[in-house]
């Protein structure tokens, strides 16, 4: 619908411009006429350049170049009939010695909703009544000019519906009677004026005065009646004055007042009580002041049940009295800026029980008292950057149930205690960027001291963001990169091997979460194994990427074979039996003749000589499980103790590896005969109630089984282990046969690596006994894959 509206509009300007380009060009015979999208006609006027830009009953724009004086006269008529345009704009034209109406009428105008006349140059002549005579429905006038130093009081009469008005002039008086006939004025703007003196009752007649604004008039000094009479204002500009006090009861008329603006102003203090019968209050503004206004009146904020936005920066502030915001709980934010406050009392933000933004950043406050921010629950975003606070204690940040945005960058931190954000659910930004944070505390235990490293975010999880850059950590911590954050930034720092002493092990929430982003240079990383470990292990199993270039200091024999496979050792090997190749080679080629002789004499009866070759297949198995049946796991379906122990080669394997365990994951290389490019990995999930839990606690059941029944290579080996849970005894009962495996079924091993090797395996391999096989496989029970490769050929190989 919204569409629709949309397109007709547009195609409505279109023709419309384009009717404009067609018909509207007039011929002049001092004017080229062009333009695209609107008319654009070049005139010269005895010499003089004049620019026209016109769309048909919405505006003009006449320009002039080095007009110190123009014939308005002999300006083309713009517009076949008269027409009423909306805006009419003059841009550094000199004054008009006729009226603006005679003007408008001689160019086609016949009536204009708005007059806009600038000039940036020195204007010769002055305003008058009769410029702005007949112009009857005038109600925007905007006068920009230079050189002007007095407006006649009676220049506005006969334009007394205006209900916009902004002068801006720098060397203009106005007096008591100018404003006068204007009485339905809305708006009213001065600016870039001088009247440092300004009369009490200059505004007292406009009686509908929404919005005022006497920005940068040089304004010193007001009487205390000077908004007497202006009962309606609601949004009031005093900025750029040389204001250095206000009268205490100046905003007393002002009972709507909801906006108060006062950027550059020279205020030392600010009168008590100054907002007292301001009830509608919202905004307030003061920004820049340029003498310090070292404190706030007490109370100043208080009891306004409207206050919801309050800026006070760069203002000099040094201490705010504790009740300065009290018994006004609607206010959203609050910034205190650029200001030079070191501490808050405790109390100050104890009604803002709505806050939802505070900025005390750049300032120089050194401590948080514990309960300064205790009735902040629903604050989001907390900025305390650039300043200097050391320490944060453990109930500081404990209500801030809402936060999203911490900022803490560039503080003297060297303490944070720890659980500071474990009440915190929300997908957090924390920057702590630019501290000294290292996290080693020292505690006395037993009369020694001892170093303590506990990591504050231990509890904290699935953060979008934790910048701890340009600090002092020498390890790294595991929560770090097993809590789920997204982003993680902890370069510039000071670590050397970036795997936790207590090694990495399982990731917490291994489902499937987004690609996690580090950044770790400008960190003096060994180039040794430990470092690639960690590097294999974060981006292989935790799905991070590191976004710099952390390792580049290690150059470019820093790569993975090396560790993982005894690099050095293997290259030797190498060495020496390409040598032995190399001997033989040339021993055999000399001796070829004499060579297949005795091979056929000796080796004619393999029958596997010398006919079709055979390829050892390197295949992968993945065990996945959940943390809770870690356990379960370790003891009992690699338990080799028991009758059901695993095949031969898997527990050479786990032999071998015992220690090398990548986070609910245990990975094995077997070697299955079968034909060439058949290298294969298979995961084989370990699904109990627990994984099930773990991993698809939000997951709809008719999800899980055909993700179950869809999922390739793997195989779900159905464990009863963990608390009964009728989800999983319904996916255990609509099991695919084929996929799956119970853990209690007799020749548990010997039916799962058939399954493995879809058939193929060979019974050597594995230690497999010939009447398992045979017994396998049984079945498919109801089910709906498609596949058929259990049943097929494969088997009748083994
Ligand atoms: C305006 O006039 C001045 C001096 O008369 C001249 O130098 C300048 O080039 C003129 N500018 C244009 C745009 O004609
Ligand atoms: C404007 O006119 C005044 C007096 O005529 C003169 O002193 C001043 O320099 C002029 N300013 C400019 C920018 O032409
Ligand atoms: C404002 O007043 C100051 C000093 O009185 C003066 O230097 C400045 O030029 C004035 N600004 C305007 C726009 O008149
Ligand atoms: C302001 O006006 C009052 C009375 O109109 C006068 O007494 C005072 O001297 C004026 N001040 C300035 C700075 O012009
Ligand atoms: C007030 O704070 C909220 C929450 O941070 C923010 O969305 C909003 O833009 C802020 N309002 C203003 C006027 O800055
Ligand atoms: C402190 O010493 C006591 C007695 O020697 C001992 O029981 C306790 O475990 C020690 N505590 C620590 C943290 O070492
Ligand atoms: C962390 O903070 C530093 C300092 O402000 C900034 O340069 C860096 O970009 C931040 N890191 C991320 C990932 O946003
Ligand atoms: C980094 O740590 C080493 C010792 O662990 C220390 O000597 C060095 O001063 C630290 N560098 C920085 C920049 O803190």
């Not at 699935?462 to 954050?485: A, Y």
């Not at 490019?677 to 084989?684: A, L, P, S, V």
Request: aromatic share 10%; net charge neutral; glycine share 4%.
């Amino acid at each position: 619908m919204y569409r629709k509206v949309m397109y007709v509009a547009v195609a409505a300007l279109t023709l419309q411009i384009i009717g404009a380009a067609q018909l509207m060009c007039p011929s002049d015979p001092n004017c080229v006429c062009g333009g695209t999208l609107a008319v654009e006609l070049n005139c010269n006027i005895d010499g003089r350049m004049v620019t026209i830009n016109l769309l048909p009953n919405i505006y003009i724009n006449i320009k002039c170049e080095n007009a110190s004086s123009l014939d308005y006269s002999k300006l083309p008529k713009c517009a076949n009939e008269m027409s009423s345009f909306k805006s009419v704009s003059f841009k550094d034209c000199p004054l008009p010695s006729s009226s603006f109406k005679e003007v408008l009428s001689n160019i086609g105008v016949s009536k204009t909703m708005a007059l806009i006349f600038q000039n940036a140059k020195n204007l010769s002549g002055y305003f008058d009544r009769k410029h702005f005579a007949g112009l009857d429905d005038l109600t925007k006038l905007l006068l920009s000019i230079n050189g002007v130093t007095r407006l006649p009081d009676n220049l506005f009469v006969d334009i007394n519906k205006l209900t916009w008005l902004n002068i801006r002039s720098n060397t203009i008086s106005l007096s008591e009677e100018l404003f006068k006939p204007l009485e339905k004025l809305e708006t009213l703007e001065i600016s870039h004026n001088h009247m440092t003196n300004i009369s009490s009752n200059l505004f007292s007649h406009l009686s509908f005065l929404r919005k005022l604004s006497l920005w940068q008039s040089n304004v010193t000094w007001f009487s205390k009646d000077l908004f007497n009479g202006v009962d309606v204002l609601e949004e009031l500009d005093l900025s750029s004055n040389g204001l250095n006090e206000l009268p205490a009861s100046i905003f007393k008329p002002l009972r709507k007042l909801k906006k108060l603006t006062l950027f550059s102003n020279k205020f030392s203090s600010l009168p008590n009580n100054l907002f007292k019968n301001n009830g509608e209050l919202e905004t307030v503004v003061i920004l820049n002041n340029d003498v310090k206004l070292k404190e706030l009146p007490k109370y100043l904020f208080g009891d306004l049940p409207n206050l919801r936005q309050i800026y006070i920066q760069r203002s000099g502030l040094e201490t705010v009295p504790h009740d300065v915001f009290a018994n006004s709980p609607l206010i959203t934010n609050i910034s205190l800026a650029y200001n030079d406050i070191t501490t808050l009392p405790e109390d100050i933000f104890n009604d803002q029980i709505n806050l939802l933004e505070l900025d005390l950043s750049y300032n120089k406050i050194t401590e948080l008292k514990p309960k300064l921010f205790s009735s902040l629950v629903r604050l989001e975003r907390l900025n305390l950057c650039h300043n200097s606070l050391v320490e944060i204690s453990g109930q500081t940040f404990s209500s801030l149930l809402s936060l999203i945005d911490l900022e803490m960058e560039h503080n003297n931190l060297k303490t944070i205690s720890s659980y500071l954000f474990s009440n915190n659910k929300q997908h957090m930004s924390i920057s702590l960027a630019y501290n000294q944070l290292d996290f080693e505390g020292t505690e006395l235990i037993n009369d020694t001291w001892q170093i303590n490293k506990i990591s504050p975010f231990a509890e904290t999880y699935n953060l979008k963001l934790l910048n701890l850059s340009h600090n002092e950590f020498k390890v790294s911590f595991k929560d770090w990169w097993v809590n789920g954050h997204e982003n993680i930034d902890v370069s510039y720092n000071n670590i050397t091997n970036p795997m936790p002493e207590d090694e990495i092990t399982c990731p917490l929430n291994p489902v499937k979460k987004p690609m996690t982003h580090v950044w770790l240079s400008e960190n003096p990383l060994s180039c040794e194994c430990p470092t690639v470990y960690f590097v294999d292990l974060i981006q292989n199993d935790l799905n991070m990427k590191i976004v710099d270039d952390a390792l580049g200091h290690c150059g470019i024999l820093f790569f993975h074979g090396e560790c993982y496979t005894k690099f050095y050792v293997i290259i030797i090997l190498m060495l020496i039996a390409s040598l032995i190749y190399l001997g033989i080679t040339v021993y055999v080629v000399r001796n070829r003749p004499k060579i297949n002789a005795f091979l056929k004499k000796r080796l004619g009866f393999i029958p596997f000589f010398g006919k079709r070759r055979q390829v050892k297949n390197a295949h992968k198995l993945n065990f996945k499980y959940c943390d809770k049946d870690e356990e379960f796991v370790r003891k009992e379906i690699f338990s080799v103790t028991q009758d059901k122990k695993p095949p031969k080669l898997i527990q050479e394997y786990l032999e071998q590896n015992r220690n090398e365990r990548r986070c609910n994951s245990i990975e094995i290389l077997t070697k299955v005969y079968g034909p060439p490019d058949t290298f294969k990995r298979t995961t084989i999930v370990i699904f109990s109630s627990n994984y099930l839990t773990t991993h698809y606690s939000h997951v709809d059941i008719k999800k899980i089984h055909s993700e179950m029944l869809k999922m390739e290579n793997t195989i779900f080996v159905f464990v009863d282990n963990g608390s009964e849970d009728s989800i999983y005894a319904f996916l255990k009962e609509q099991r695919d046969v084929k996929k799956s495996i119970v853990w209690d079924e007799n020749d548990f091993w010997d039916k799962l690596i058939i399954m493995i090797s879809e058939g193929r395996a060979s019974a050597k391999t594995f230690n497999l006994k010939k009447k398992n096989i045979e017994k396998f496989p049984s079945k498919p029970v109801k089910n709906t894959a498609s596949d058929n490769e259990l049943d097929s050929p494969t088997h009748s190989q083994v």
